[in-house]
């Protein structure tokens, strides 16, 4: 078990090494490198860039010393949103917002969605099963953006029912989050479904029945223990949705978190402060797969933790 | 014992009267009639009969068709262009004339409406959302086509070669698997907006000048999705050809001497035809997504063109006054990727052997 | 012969599906004493699994009783209420399956699904039940047993998870246990243990047991009488000896006829039976079996033939026995 564990971290750290370099090499590619876009930077600056990042050493060195100053949590400095104030500074200060809307949108999806596909498998063929159906492929089918600035437009701005901008006060987390969580629920509720369905049909479900379990203990225990399984394995993708649907939908009703920023700072071509927040995000993203792997294992008994990743 | 007298099951012998010949043996032909002849239907037929039998696929099918009919002829009928700007016909909403326009109508000339309204520059929306539509369209399924080249050529060879190659070839698929997709999207695309631009300005080759009308950004999405969204149906493809691989009639065209690309090309492919045609129809709809995500957050495609994406992205500052801007491509796009999602999932149903009833 | 413990009288099941109703049992009655084995043989889609699954009601829709008795200890377990069944259900009569490899739920212990199968009916408490499932899993065979208690099925062979099947069945000490194919899907060896588990563990607690099987060695081995089922309805029944020494049924025949045999040294090759099974979605009119048999006569084609009894234990149905008897066929009655 811990060797697993630690083992998936190695594969973990591989993961987030191969993406500083891809990240540094494919900035370095830019025109006159990632650090110098400003059209014609000052002595000073560029005295400080090259003592900072070794502008001047060959490119291996330059990765090396960025990659190096990356693990040690140094991201370096934005050129151009935030003049010369730390990456990681701004990570900290933005983050936490994004954060907060994610894990809300993360929990309802996950409460919402679960219930919704066992509802829909128990009920299949009958009019909720239809409906919810509707209501999932939509879900799925409808991009978050366009549901987003919707429901900005209806509720917020025709109907006065929220505030469109900001999140300042609790009903404010309101729309954002329904919007973040609305593509994960219905793909959820969709998986769960299909998953229960077919833990309905297992044969060890009809040698419960065989045994006389009761109806509460063959659905929960026999039933949907065995159906979540597939949908832990979608945790780890749900966990990079929500954070990149983050980018849109904090755009769209204002959230100055991290997602709006770093649209901005794509935008604004601040590289440093992109190559940050993209190596930021990815680490959460990996790390996110680690911890979804290893709660697979715990859930599901036949994966052996010996053997690889396989 | 008793004959059970609640039995519905009339006596036999009374109600049957024996016929001389009962008691001698019934001649072939006669027993031939009880066995039923089923008519074999090819694989194809087997599916078309499936799908048409599934009738929201073929709503969808039928909604996409006219969303082609909509993308692609509809420009040719429309009298205005993506690009003209109507003088005098700024911000009009949907349906709705100018002063000049107006003016003309009193004289007797006629003015195409502009169903759909007309932007701030006087260009005709409903034209723009045929453009648009097209363009996500075009980019859906190149992009697509894009994955199915890559896809199945790794796949296969991957699962066909097997041993150490596959293990190798997969694991690169693994690396590529663990990248977030979406973060490296908008890495490369902002990273190649300039060179592509550059390059697309200056090379003087057909097929650069083509794809410059597209602009950079649609470029580097053509780039993203060969580099990272073939790993999905590589891998599908090569769990198919493993699978396949160890089947009779595989070992008897090898026994033949056969040779490998002849045993992927004639026995092993149009096996899993099924499962490609189903994965790259589920592409569409996510490169189709992509674009306009991408697009919306100002990072697609680049002025001129316009795709759902940019309308949307574009209308939302001025969505208070002018909110129809913002719901007829959102609209759009929902429709176009709700039907390609309900198609391929019909598709899949008609398709799959393993779904068979 | 002791007093029946279950009656199937005119048990028919149909299944309702879209290309139209699949008559699944046709009609089929027999009787089963306690301490017997009976053997229900036939082949893939005969009816005979489907007729077991209607005894303990675990047909999944669209399948339904659509008519019929089928009386336990005299009481007709078809006018239960779905609670009392489900009491019924591991209690009284108990099942096992084909397939071990996917019966037992993989993320349970091997310990959890047993000791579940008692306390579902008994008010025991947790030590009790761990103190009888050891117990029952040392009488099924099974070694180093409290280690055994802590694993999943995954790292079970599939002969040692039949025998968790058999001692999750028989922990309540039914009065009837149910076996589906329990030994296809095992290596022949296995096979042979697993039989003899089965036979040894009747003898000990004197339930009945339906075996069913399409194997005729299986039930030549164990089972007490055989009823031969093909295309839903029951073509012969009778002692084990009755079916293999003096078989009736051109069906029964069919069947001995194409299976190998050590005690015939002179005949060399297997005939099997030809033709396909029938179409359960389209019978003939008349004996399902007329398409394929071999003495078909014009009135096979037209009617079903009733039950012609041919000893106290014996009976079969088939114009052909019907014919031989003349017009003094010793009794019949309808089915």
């Known amino acids: 078990m811990v060797r697993y564990i630690l083992k998936r971290l190695l594969v973990a750290l591989l993961t987030i090494f191969v993406i500083s370099c891809v990240t540094f090499l494919l900035m370095n590619a830019i025109p006159g490198g990632p650090f110098l876009s400003e059209k014609a930077p000052s002595q000073a600056t560029l005295d400080a860039m090259n003592a900072k990042y070794g502008l001047d050493k060959p490119v291996p060195v330059q990765l090396f010393n960025y990659v190096k100053s990356v693990f040690q949590g140094d991201f370096g400095v934005s050129l151009r949103m935030q003049r010369n104030r730390p990456i990681l500074d701004i990570i900290k200060e933005m983050f936490p917002v994004s954060a907060k809307l994610g894990i809300f949108a993360l929990l309802s999806a996950i409460i919402l969605g679960i219930p919704m596909g066992c509802v829909a498998a128990y009920r299949q063929g009958k009019v909720t099963d239809s409906i919810l159906r509707v209501v999932t492929t939509l879900g799925i089918a409808v991009p978050g953006f366009v549901l987003a600035a919707l429901l900005q437009y209806f509720l917020c701005v025709k109907l006065g029912l929220f505030p469109s901008m900001g999140i300042a006060k609790p009903i404010q987390y309101v729309l954002p989050v329904f919007c973040l969580s609305f593509y994960p629920m219905c793909y959820i509720g969709r998986l769960m479904r299909s998953s229960m369905l077919d833990a309905i049909n297992q044969e060890y479900v009809r040698t419960a029945r065989a045994k006389g379990v009761r109806p509460f203990a063959l659905i929960f225990k026999h039933t949907l223990r065995n159906a979540v399984i597939p949908v832990i394995t979608y945790l780890g993708p749900l966990t990079a949705y929500t954070l990149t649907g983050g980018f849109v939908v904090e755009s769209v009703f204002s959230i100055p978190g991290l997602g709006r920023y770093f649209v901005q700072s794509i935008l604004n071509r601040d590289y440093p402060l992109i190559m940050g927040t993209t190596i930021f995000l990815a680490v959460l993203i990996v790390m996110m797969n680690v911890v979804v792997d290893i709660a697979y294992k715990f859930v599901d008994p036949r994966i052996d933790f010996g053997k690889g990743n396989d | ?357 | 012969m002791s007093k029946a413990l279950l009656k199937v009288s005119d048990l028919r099941v149909s299944f309702f599906t879209p290309a139209g109703e699949v008559k699944a049992v046709g009609g089929i009655s027999y009787e089963l004493s306690e301490n017997e084995i009976l053997g229900i043989v036939g082949e893939s889609g005969s009816g005979k699994s489907v007729e077991a699954y209607s005894i303990i009601q675990l047909l999944q829709p669209p399948g339904r009783v659509i008519g019929g008795t089928i009386e336990f200890d005299g009481e007709n377990l078809l006018e239960y209420s779905k609670t009392r069944m489900r009491q019924f259900r591991g209690d009284k009569v108990s099942m096992i399956f084909q397939n071990p490899m996917t019966c037992l739920n993989p993320v349970y212990t091997v310990g959890d699904q047993l000791t579940e199968a008692l306390t579902c009916h008994r008010s025991v408490s947790s030590a009790d039940a761990r103190t009888r499932s050891i117990e029952m899993l040392e009488r099924v065979g099974i070694n180093n047993v409290e280690k055994r208690m802590k694993q999943y099925p995954h790292e079970l062979s599939g002969g040692m998870r039949q025998r968790i099947m058999i001692a999750i069945a028989l922990i309540c000490s039914p009065r009837l246990l149910i076996a589906d194919e329990p030994t296809t899907a095992l290596d022949v060896t296995i096979q042979a243990q697993i039989l003899e588990l089965i036979k040894e563990l009747q003898k000990d607690t004197g339930m009945a047991v339906i075996f069913i099987t399409h194997n005729l060695g299986v039930v030549a081995e164990i089972c007490d009488r055989v009823a031969v089922m093909y295309g839903g309805k029951i073509a012969e029944q009778g002692t084990a000896d009755d079916i293999f020494y003096s078989p009736a049924h051109p069906y029964t025949r069919g069947l001995l006829r194409s299976m190998p045999r050590l005690d015939e040294v002179r005949r060399d090759r297997l005939i099997p039976i030809k033709g396909s099974p029938v179409d359960m979605l389209n019978p003939p009119a008349g004996c399902p079996l007329s398409p394929r048999c071999d003495e078909c006569m014009k009135i096979c084609l037209r009617a079903d033939p009733s039950k012609t009894k041919l000893s106290a234990t014996h009976n079969v149905h088939c114009w052909n026995q019907r014919a031989a008897a003349g017009e003094k066929y010793v009794m019949t009655e309808a089915r």
């Open chain 2, 1 to 357: 014992m008793k004959k059970n007298p609640i039995s519905i099951q009339p006596n036999v012998d009374k109600i049957l009267e024996y016929l001389p010949d009962d008691f001698t043996l019934a001649a072939d032909s006669e027993k031939e009639n009880f066995i039923e002849l089923r008519k074999s239907t090819s694989y194809w037929q087997d599916a078309w009969r499936r799908l048409k039998r599934n009738g929201v696929a073929m709503v969808a099918l039928g909604v996409l068709l006219l969303t082609f009919l909509f993308a692609f002829l509809g420009p040719v009928v429309i009298p205005y262009t993506n690009v003209q700007q109507v003088r005098g016909s700024e911000n009009l909403y949907p349906l709705s004339y100018s002063a000049q326009e107006l003016a003309k109508l009193d004289a007797g000339e006629s003015v195409f409406p502009h169903l759909f309204g007309t932007d701030q520059f006087g260009r005709d929306l409903l034209v723009r959302n045929m453009h648009a539509t097209r363009i996500s369209l075009i980019i859906g399924v190149t992009a697509s086509l894009i994955v199915l080249v890559i896809g199945t050529l790794y796949g296969s060879i991957s699962g066909y070669a097997g041993g150490k190659v596959d293990f190798v070839m997969m694991r690169i698929v693994d690396m590529v698997y663990a990248l977030p997709e979406i973060l490296v999207v908008l890495l490369l695309s902002s990273i190649l907006k300039v060179p592509l631009q550059n390059l697309l300005n200056s090379s003087s080759s057909a097929l650069i000048r083509g794809l410059s009308q597209f602009g950079s950004g649609v470029v580097s999405i053509f780039i993203v999705f060969g580099l990272l969204f073939w790993v999905g149906s590589s891998r599908i493809i090569r769990g198919q050809i493993l699978s396949l691989k160890r089947r009779e009639f595989v070992t008897a065209a090898k026994a033949l001497g056969a040779s490998s690309p002849r045993i992927i090309r004639k026995h092993l492919l149009p096996n899993c035809i099924g499962q490609i045609i189903v994965t790259t129809m589920m592409q569409i709809p996510s490169a189709i997504f992509l674009e306009s995500f991408l697009s919306f957050l100002g990072l697609g495609v680049s002025a001129p063109v316009a795709t759902l994406g940019s309308l949307c992205s574009d209308a939302l500052g001025g969505m208070r006054t002018y909110p129809s801007r913002l719901i007829i491509p959102s609209i759009i796009l929902s429709i176009i990727i709700l039907c390609f999602n309900l198609f391929g999932d019909g598709l899949r149903d008609a398709l799959d052997p393993r779904m068979k009833r």
